[in-house]
């Protein structure tokens, strides 16, 4: 089954404690993302990869970082996680930016995040 | 930059009709596309509009006018089901075509 998939599901975490989101794609995609979703704020975009060892900041970049050393994998580092990383945290890929513009992303079920 | 406005929230009854509004203001301009969220879960693709007019899948149709910088999701025949975050996200070339998503509105369905 095509597919995009995250872990873990649920954290909670305390503040400065490094933690890593995973995101992993069977699909071949090009362009992979991450977003955050706060309430009455939508998706705002943190980090984006167009292709391997290709990333830039979204609208949201501070606090965290990414790498694509390989196709399939979009890790969501967080260093120093702090109180306001506190959120709901999604990976999306597609073939390619454009084709995702187009025909939307396909996104993974999320990942809850508390940083206490 | 990129912005839009939708609505916050939405009420219908079932088997009604509701229209979601979406406005933007961007720069070159590519695409109107739109989103269906249940409760958190994984954000779905709904439906994509470049060029003015509607489009139709199903229950679902979407609108574009590019001159007024205007669009609308509309769902015909409402279900329980259909409950549910929807999202308009605009595409344009200055930001890469990479869509920037509006704050979403929560559709009601009542029975």
């Known amino acids: 089954e095509a597919q995009v998939t995250q872990n873990p599901r649920y954290l909670i975490t305390v503040t400065g404690k490094k933690l890593t989101v995973t995101c992993s794609q069977n699909?071949?995609?090009?362009?992979m993302s991450w977003y955050r979703q706060d309430p009455g704020l939508g998706l705002r975009q943190i980090y984006y990869?167009?292709?391997?060892?290709?990333?830039d900041k979204g609208d949201v970049p501070e606090g965290y970082k990414v790498s694509r050393k390989e196709k399939r994998n979009f890790p969501l580092i967080l260093e120093s996680p702090s109180p306001n990383q506190t959120s709901l945290y999604f990976c999306?890929?597609?073939?390619?930016?454009?084709?995702?513009?187009?025909?939307?992303?396909?996104f993974g079920s999320g990942t809850r995040l508390t940083v206490v | 930059g990129q912005s839009l406005e939708q609505p916050s929230e939405v009420t219908a009854v079932e088997g009604a009709i509701v229209q979601i509004n979406c406005t933007y203001q961007?720069?070159?301009?590519?695409?109107l596309s739109w989103y269906q969220q249940h409760d958190g879960g994984a954000p779905t693709f709904l439906s994509y509009?470049?060029?003015?007019g509607l489009e139709e899948t199903g229950r679902f149709s979407s609108f574009l006018s590019r001159s007024d910088s205007y669009g609308y999701l509309l769902l015909q025949e409402l279900q329980m089901k259909d409950s549910a975050s929807y999202f308009c996200?605009?595409?344009?070339?200055?930001?890469?075509?990479?869509?920037?998503f509006g704050r979403g509105t929560s559709l009601i369905v009542h029975p």
């Open positions: 699909m071949n995609h090009e362009y």
């Open positions: 509009n470049a060029l003015d």
């Open positions: 996200a605009v595409s344009a070339s200055g930001g890469s075509y990479i869509p920037t």
């Open positions: 999306a890929s597609a073939p390619d930016h454009i084709t995702g513009a187009n025909n939307g992303y396909t």
């Open positions: 961007t720069s070159g301009f590519y695409g």
């Open positions: 990869s167009m292709n391997v060892e290709v990333t």
